[in-house]
Structures are given as C-alpha cells and as structure tokens.
C-alpha cells in the first residue's frame, strides 16, 4: 500500500542546532515527494519537492530510494522554522493525483 | 491575489442538518481537492476532482459529498453530519492533476458538529 511515515509528532531543538525531519515512503511506482509545511496561523504550503533540487529557507530534502526515505535537513535551525511539517506522495490513480500525507512532525525551535 | 478560499472559517452544527463549505479558486486551475485534518492522523483525502463534472473518491468520502459544476467553485456538502465529522478541513487547488504539480490550499474550515 502507499504510505508515508512520519515516525516524530514533535521534534524539538534549540537554535542554531542542526534540524532532521524524518520521512519514509511505500510506493510500487517511481516516486515524487514533497515537503508541506504550515506555520502557526498560516495555511499549508510547499516548502520543496524532491524534482527541483532546490534549497528552500535552508531547508533540503533528498530522496534516498534504497531506504525509501525523504528526510528533512537544515544544518542550523532559526525560531521561525518553528511550524508543523508535512511530507507527501503523489499517488496517480486511473490518471489523476491523490496526495497521501503522513502525519506531520511539529518543529519547535527554542531560542 | 490568486488564492483558495473557503466559507465559513468556523461553523457549528448539531447532527444531522445539513450543511456546505464552499470552496473557491482565481487561479484557473483545473484540479481541486478536500482534505481533513485530525490529531495524529494528518491530512487525508475526501474527494478530488479532475476539472468540471469530472470527481472521485479520496480515501475518505464516507458521509460527505461534492459537485464540481464550476472550474473555480468545489463546495464540500455533508447531508447530515455526525460527530466523527467534526475536524479541519482544507481545501486545495493545483493547475492539472499532474504528479509534479504543487498544490495551493485554502486557509481551513474548522467543523464541530455536536
């Protein structure tokens, strides 16, 4: 079955320290994946997807298919990363995506 | 300002009387979708639709449903909504169904049925 497993409901560190955010996948196919990510208030948004190689707010992710695992990474945390973080696999069915979401992580970085 | 909005923000409803969460896009985007979100179980599913007259099931579409007459409306109906409905929901909007395609959400509605 396709899953996404985000094994850490909170995750918290003090600024500066180096942050990962766990997540491992189940899917048959070729994967795609991104990270989500919903600060206080705010609505979800895209942080990064494993397709654009990019860096974002210091943030990188990268797919690593023998262990089927999208961690997190930033070498050093700031407070305003502080928010709850979403991995998510593009499933395509009979054509059309569905997005299946882990369970979140909360980051909360202590000054 | 391209965005998704959903109304009402807040609702609170007794089982069983119907009600509809309207969800809305600017961005002429040919997919939309329902979320839920609870404790310890993230984001899952409802329905999604393909563009006009064209919806399936998520992985949860038990007591809700949805229309799709409009490409910028996808109103989320529950006919008679039980307790276990209470929940955040979200919607989302993204240009096709396409795998690489980012997903724009809707700033949430937060549903209490009693």
């Known amino acids: 079955a396709q899953r996404v497993t985000q094994p850490e409901k909170l995750l918290s560190v003090f600024k500066g320290a180096p942050v990962e955010l766990k997540c491992n996948y189940s899917y048959s196919g070729s994967p795609e994946l991104f990270w989500y990510v919903q600060y206080s208030r705010q609505r979800l948004q895209l942080l990064l997807r494993?397709?654009s190689r990019e860096s974002i707010k210091g943030f990188t992710a990268d797919l690593n298919k023998g262990e089927t695992s999208f961690h997190l990474k930033k070498p050093f945390a700031q407070e305003e990363d502080s928010a709850m973080y979403y991995c998510a696999l593009p499933i395509m069915n009979t054509g059309f995506q569905k997005l299946v979401f882990g369970t979140g992580t909360r980051l909360l970085v202590s000054p | 300002e391209a965005q998704v909005t959903q109304n009402p923000r807040y609702l609170i409803t007794v089982t069983g009387k119907k009600l509809t969460v309207t969800c809305s896009q600017n961005?002429?985007?040919?997919?939309m979708s329902w979320y839920r979100q609870d404790p310890g179980l993230g984001l899952r599913q409802i329905y999604y639709s393909m563009n006009v007259e064209v919806t399936d099931k998520g992985d949860v579409p038990e007591g809700y449903k949805v229309s799709r007459k409009e490409k910028r409306n996808f109103p989320l109906i529950l006919e008679s909504p039980s307790p276990n409905q209470t929940s955040l929901y979200f919607c989302?909007?993204?240009?096709?169904?396409?795998?690489?395609?980012?997903?724009?959400f809707g700033p949430g509605t937060r549903l209490t049925v009693l």
């Open positions: 494993h397709i």
């Open positions: 961005m002429n985007h040919e997919y």
């Open positions: 989302a909007s993204s240009p096709t169904s396409g795998r690489y395609n980012e997903q724009f």
